[in-house]
């Protein structure tokens, strides 16, 4: 049987050197690295104003607002979502969430597939990577051919 403590998961620090409200801290507790054959699942943390940048996933994604109050953009829809609070984004639609409350985010996201390709719509910094995959025995990032 497979578990993650998402109190005790080691988590990476991004912070991006053209936009400061993009930092966050996350960790992929489950992926196909880690012995899943159908799911994967990432936890992050935003601080007050904080936001994860636009991005695409290759898999659909639940995202589960554990704890404060998350602007969920997916496409062209704009939602506010609290604790509690499911929000579907589908496969390789470009989607961002910003923490709009005044204390921390916390955020689970399942995703439909043990292997997930994650395609920023910018790097964090000049010459940075903007692929991010989850699943490979250690994640991978790579700048795009460009």
Request: no cysteine.
């Amino acid at each position: 049987m497979l578990t993650a403590d998402l109190s005790r998961i080691e988590l990476i620090e991004e912070i991006s050197e053209l936009d400061d409200r993009e930092h966050l801290r996350f960790g992929f507790p489950l992926s196909s690295a880690g012995g899943t054959a159908s799911t994967a699942a990432v936890y992050f943390e935003l601080d007050p104003g904080r936001r994860v940048g636009r991005h695409t996933d290759s898999a659909e994604e639940v995202l589960v607002v554990l704890e404060g109050t998350a602007e969920a953009v997916v496409g062209d829809e704009r939602r506010t979502a609290g604790a509690g609070t499911l929000v579907v984004v589908p496969a390789m639609a470009p989607h961002e969430v910003t923490n709009v409350g005044d204390g921390p985010l916390r955020v689970l996201g399942v995703f439909s597939s043990a292997t997930v390709v994650s395609t920023f719509e910018r790097p964090a910094a000049p010459g940075a990577e903007q692929v991010f995959v989850a699943g490979a025995p250690v994640p991978l990032a790579a700048p795009l051919p460009g």
